[in-house]
């Protein structure tokens, strides 16, 4: 809890200084406990060491806590309902804190791992509670005898506004990610040449790196190549079109470089 509470404070400083021309600031004090500092564009990272680990941690840490105390001690009445020692308002307050720091990520496999995991979880996890909101749901649209005509205008218009608030929050998140250029290459890049596409996308040097320590695991899936060996295996093994274009991967493979991978 203390961990969350961090990232989302000093991901918030982060989101808002990286806004407002603070970047200079904000390095200086990211560099204190990290030796990454900060990414070139404007992702937040917390107290991780770049954005996409915050967005796994988000993914497969905090976010399946925060769904599971939500979905498995719901109740309507929050004045009364307690999940973990925490009030279900206080509960649903970093529920949605967690998500708005995961967009602030704009960490592509984070959105996609989380969207599926969200999926599954509700399909399997959260159906008795799907079936009784969406109950309540349309209580709301049907005028009962004892039902006075202003409530049900008052119930049928609250469901009517919680539709209009749900589809605006998709769109403002929909549009949020588009601006960001490095979530919009992936529908913008040309994928007429499928490496061309890999390389414009932003996705080289994940997949190359992929491709290479395949066959190091396929070779050797029981002992592995051994503590440290791994570099010796991944360059030879990856594809020939994804070695040029790449800054990442011609850095390491430079004569003068330090570099050495170890996955």
């Given at each position: ?134 109950g309540w749901f349309l209580a709301g649209f049907r005028c009962s005898v004892t039902q006075s ?58 997949l190359a790196y992929a491709a290479g320590a395949m066959p190091a695991f396929n070779a050797n ?43």
């Amino acid at each position: 809890m203390v961990g969350l509470v961090g990232h989302l404070i000093w991901g918030g400083i982060q989101f808002i200084g990286l806004n407002t021309g603070h970047r200079d600031q904000l390095r200086e004090i990211q560099e204190i406990f990290s030796v990454r500092g900060l990414v070139k564009n404007k992702r937040i990272s917390g107290f991780t060491f770049e954005p996409s680990w915050l967005a796994s941690q988000l993914a497969t840490l905090y976010l399946p806590w925060l769904v599971a105390a939500l979905l498995g001690r719901w109740t309507m009445d929050f004045r009364r309902s307690s999940v973990n020692g925490l009030s279900s308002l206080v509960n649903l307050f970093f529920l949605l804190a967690s998500l708005a720091a995961l967009l602030a990520t704009y960490s592509r496999a984070g959105l996609a791992v989380t969207a599926l995991a969200a999926g599954i979880t509700v399909l399997i996890a959260g159906r008795p509670f799907l079936q009784s909101a969406w109950g309540w749901f349309l209580a709301g649209f049907r005028c009962s005898v004892t039902q006075s005509r202003l409530g049900w205008i008052q119930a049928a218009g609250g469901r009517a506004l919680l539709i209009i608030v749900v589809v605006a929050v998709l769109a403002g998140a929909g549009i949020f990610l588009s601006d960001k250029g490095y979530i919009a290459r992936l529908w913008t890049s040309d994928m007429s040449d499928f490496w061309g596409y890999v390389s414009s996308a932003s996705l080289g040097p994940r997949l190359a790196y992929a491709a290479g320590a395949m066959p190091a695991f396929n070779a050797n899936p029981l002992t592995g190549v051994g503590l440290g060996a791994s570099g010796f295996w991944i360059y030879p093994n990856m594809p020939d079109e994804l070695l040029m274009g790449q800054p990442e991967i011609a850095q390491a493979l430079a004569p003068n470089s330090g570099l050495f991978p170890n996955p």
